[in-house]
T-cell receptor, first 112, second 112 residues
Framework: KQEVTQIPAALSVPEGENLVLNCSFT??????LQWFRQDPGKGLTSLLL?????REQTSGRLNASLDKSSGRSTLYIAASQPGDSATYLC???????????FGAGTRLTVKP | DGGITQSPKYLFRKEGQNVTLSCEQN?????MYWYRQDPGQGLRLIYY???????QKGDIAEGYSVSREKKESFPLTVTSAQKNPTAFYLC???????????FGPGTRLTVL
């Protein structure tokens, strides 16, 4: 059974810092990996989707990488801003079913 | 505007009551999903549906029921058999089972 882990559970950084959020998974036979943002009491907003054949995806100040062989993905946020404060979740999709396995998330606080 | 709507935003249930959470999408997506989110945990899949009139149990289906009579709608009923229903419930949809998932704003259910 696929297990997804996100470390650290919480992270606090000063504004302007570049940062990396980590996601690890136990089964490398994945179909895709998706990064989401969740604001308190809200639904999930999709940030980036990486297919299993891809190594990275970029959107603005965000860059997500995928290393299937080591079971890891990272989300890089450049020049962080207070508006980036939220919980970031990664989810891994399997080939054989519709199940996506979610990590518990990293709660990011960017201080002005 | 295309998107996923969930209602109500907040729901209170008394012991022994069944309650139904609404999820509607106008994205023309085939697949729809229900997840439960508890504090400090990743999302867990309750039920999913790939096509109308068909749905499958997820990891935590006990105490829940669904229907998929229309492509746009996937209501979730939390029955009295669900012993610990207080949680944040999220509905999602995707073009087909393995593609990018899009989420609604969520319903927070509290048992009184």
């Amino acid at each position: 059974k696929q297990e997804v882990t996100q470390i650290p559970a919480a992270l606090s950084v000063p504004e302007g810092e570049n940062l990396v959020l980590n996601c690890s998974f136990t089964d490398s036979a994945i179909y895709n990996l998706q990064w989401f943002r969740q604001d308190p009491g809200k639904g999930l907003t999709s940030l980036l989707l990486i297919q299993s054949s891809q190594r990275e995806q970029t959107s603005g100040r965000l860059n997500a990488s995928l290393d299937k062989s080591s079971g890891r993905s990272t989300l890089y946020i450049a020049a962080s801003q207070p508006g980036d404060s939220a919980t970031y979740l990664c989810a891994v999709g399997a080939y054989n079913n519709n199940d996506m396995r979610f990590g518990a998330g990293t709660r990011l606080t960017v201080k002005p | 505007d295309g998107g996923i709507t969930q209602s109500p935003k907040y729901l209170f249930r008394k012991e022994g009551q069944n309650v139904t959470l609404s999820c509607e999408q106008n994205l023309n997506h085939d697949a729809m999903y229900w997840y439960r989110q508890d504090p400090g945990q990743g999302l867990r899949l309750i039920y999913y549906s790939q096509i109308v009139n068909d749905f499958q149990k997820g990891d935590i289906a006990e105490g829940y029921s669904v229907s998929r009579e229309k492509k746009e709608s996937f209501p979730l009923t939390v029955t009295s058999a669900q012993k610990n229903p207080t949680a944040f419930y999220l509905c999602a949809s995707s073009m087909e089972g393995y593609n990018e998932q899009f989420f609604g704003p969520g319903t927070r259910l509290t048992v009184l």
